[in-house]
C-alpha cells in the first residue's frame, strides 16, 4: 500500500465508521450466529499472494460484520458500557498513523507529559484531593494487578520480587464477593494464591463489607501467624453496584497499616457529578483508585486510570531499569512504564484530551445524570408491572429484576430463557447474574448516545416479550 493508497483507504474506512454509527439502531445489537458460523467461512490457509483491498474489505463488509455485537449500539444495556465516542476515535485515527511506543519520555515526550496532564484533570473533575497522581493503564485488571503486587511488596518489606514467596510469611488480600473477578486474577497472579483472598460478608442495600468482620478477619490471621497485606474495597461492584464503605474500610485499613486498592472501573466516571460522590466518600484515604474512562466517559477502549497517593511504593514495586532503558542528561522525568506492568505502552492520553475539549465535564454530567435518571425511571416501571420484581435497588443506572415463572416452573430457568429471548429478539441487548444465588436479570443505562426513547423500547420489547413466556 503507497501512500495514495493509504489516503484513499483511510478516507474509505473513516465514512464507513460513520455510516455504521448512523444505521446501528437498524441492527441487532448481538449478532444471530451461531459458533462456528465466521470461521467456517474464513479461508483455511494463509494468502501467498497479495489480494486487492476491495476484496478485503468487502469481506470484512460480507464476513466479519455480521458476527459483530455492536457495543455502540444506543440499545446495548447488557454489562457495562465500552463507549467509544466519536472524537475520541478521531483522535484513535492519529495514535494508529503515529503508531508511537510510548513507554519512556524520551521514546515519545508529548505522550508522557500529556499523560500526566489529563491525569491530573481528570484527578480534578473527580473531585479527587491534590496529592493523588495516576497513570493510564490499558484496564482496571492490570491496575488491581499493580496494586496488588504492591501490597505484597509493601508487606513483605520488597523482599517477594527478589526472594520469591517461598519461605516468607502467608500474605492475606481481603475483600466482600461483590469484586470483579480480575481480583481474583490479580491473586493468583501474583502468586498470593486464591485461598488467601479472604471473602468478607455483606450487607444493607449496597451489599457493603461488614467492617466488623473485615476488622475481625485481620486480627484473626495475625493471631494465627499469616501476615494481612491489603483490602480491596469497590464502588460499583458488576453484578448489581455492590458498594463498600470506603470511610469506614479506609479506617481499619489505616489502624492495621494496610494497603487499600478502591476498584470503581465502571461508577468512578459518576464521580465527575457532585452529588454522587457520597458512594465513595472516605476515597481520599485510599492508596489506589482504579476507574475506567473507556467505559462510562467514552474514551475508546483501552484507557483506565489509577490514581496513586504513594507513587513511589508503586514504582519501587514495578519499576525495572536496564542501561537500554535510561534517558540521559535529564532529571525528574517520569517513565510510565515503571508505572506499569506491560513495558510497551500506547497513546492513550490523547483521546481522552480530545474527548474532555471536545464535550467538556458538563454535558458528560449531564450525559450521566440522564442515564441515571432513565434507569431509576425503568426501575419504577418494571416494579409496577405485574410479574415483575426488583432484585436490586438502582445503584447509580444498574438495577436487576426478576419475572416471576408460572406456579410450578423453575424460576431460575424461566428468567435465563426470558433474557435469552430478549437478546435474540436482537433489539436490546441484556445480560444475567446471580443475586442471593438466583437468576437475576441485569439492566444498565450508559451508553453514549442512548436516548430516553431507547429506554423505553427497552421497557417495550422487556414486557411484550416476558408476556409471551407466561
Not at 46 to 69: H, Y
Not at 345 to 355: M, N
Not at 376 to 385: I, K, P, T, Y
Amino acid at each position: 500500500m503507497d501512500n495514495d493508497d493509504f489516503r484513499q483507504w483511510s478516507r474509505r474506512a473513516a465514512d464507513w465508521g460513520a455510516d455504521y454509527r448512523s444505521t446501528l439502531r437498524d441492527r441487532p445489537v448481538r449478532p444471530l450466529v451461531e459458533p462456528g458460523d465466521i470461521f467456517r467461512s474464513i479461508e483455511a490457509s494463509p494468502p501467498e499472494d497479495a489480494e486487492p483491498m476491495d476484496r478485503i474489505f468487502a469481506d470484512f463488509e460480507e464476513k466479519i460484520l455480521p458476527g459483530m455485537t455492536h457495543w455502540q449500539h444506543p440499545r446495548f444495556f447488557a454489562y457495562f458500557p465500552a463507549n467509544a465516542a466519536p472524537v475520541s476515535v478521531v483522535a484513535e485515527y492519529l495514535v494508529s498513523a503515529m503508531a508511537a511506543q510510548c513507554m519512556l519520555w524520551q521514546t515519545s515526550p508529548a505522550a508522557t507529559e500529556l499523560e500526566t496532564r489529563t491525569v491530573d484533570w481528570m484527578r480534578q473533575a473527580l473531585g479527587l484531593p491534590e496529592g493523588f497522581s495516576g497513570v493510564i493503564q490499558d484496564s482496571a485488571s492490570s491496575a488491581t494487578l499493580a496494586a496488588v503486587l504492591t501490597m505484597r511488596e509493601r508487606a513483605l518489606d520488597w523482599r517477594g520480587n527478589r526472594q520469591g514467596l517461598a519461605g516468607q510469611a502467608r500474605l492475606r488480600i481481603y475483600s466482600s464477593d461483590q469484586v470483579h473477578t480480575s481480583i481474583d486474577r490479580a491473586i493468583w497472579v501474583s502468586g498470593i494464591g486464591e485461598d488467601n483472598l479472604v471473602r468478607i460478608p455483606v450487607g444493607g442495600r449496597f451489599r457493603a463489607m461488614d467492617t466488623a468482620a473485615l476488622e475481625a478477619a485481620i486480627v484473626a490471621d495475625r493471631e494465627a501467624g499469616m501476615l494481612p497485606a491489603g483490602i480491596i474495597a469497590c464502588v460499583g461492584g458488576t453484578s448489581t453496584g455492590g458498594t463498600d464503605d470506603i470511610a469506614a474500610v479506609a479506617e481499619v485499613a489505616r489502624r492495621h497499616g494496610l494497603y487499600l486498592h478502591v476498584d470503581a472501573a465502571w461508577a468512578g466516571s459518576a464521580m465527575i457529578c457532585p452529588e454522587y460522590r457520597h458512594f465513595w466518600s472516605g476515597v481520599e484515604a485510599a492508596d489506589s483508585v482504579v476507574f475506567n474512562p473507556h467505559k462510562w466517559l467514552g474514551a475508546q477502549f483501552d484507557c483506565s486510570i489509577q490514581f496513586l497517593r504513594d507513587p513511589e511504593s508503586h514504582v519501587r514495586t514495578l519499576a525495572i531499569k536496564p542501561d537500554y532503558l535510561k534517558t540521559h542528561g535529564h532529571d525528574g522525568i517520569i517513565n510510565y512504564s515503571e508505572w506499569s506492568v506491560p513495558l510497551g505502552r500506547r497513546f492513550r492520553a490523547l483521546k481522552l484530551w480530545f474527548l474532555l475539549r471536545a464535550h467538556g465535564l458538563e454535558s458528560l454530567r449531564t450525559m450521566i445524570r440522564n442515564h441515571v435518571a432513565w434507569s431509576e425511571g425503568l426501575a419504577v416501571r418494571l416494579a409496577n408491572e405485574p410479574g415483575f420484581e426488583i432484585v436490586s435497588e438502582p445503584m447509580l443506572s444498574l438495577f436487576s429484576f426478576r419475572h416471576r415463572a408460572a406456579t410450578g416452573a423453575d424460576a431460575d430457568e424461566h428468567n435465563l430463557r426470558l433474557v435469552n429471548a430478549i437478546n435474540d429478539d436482537g433489539r436490546i441487548y441484556l445480560t444475567q447474574t446471580r443475586v442471593d444465588g438466583r437468576v437475576a436479570i441485569r439492566f444498565q443505562v450508559g451508553q453514549f448516545e442512548a436516548t430516553a426513547g431507547d429506554v423505553d423500547a427497552a421497557f417495550s420489547v422487556i414486557t411484550h416479550i416476558a408476556r409471551g413466556l407466561a
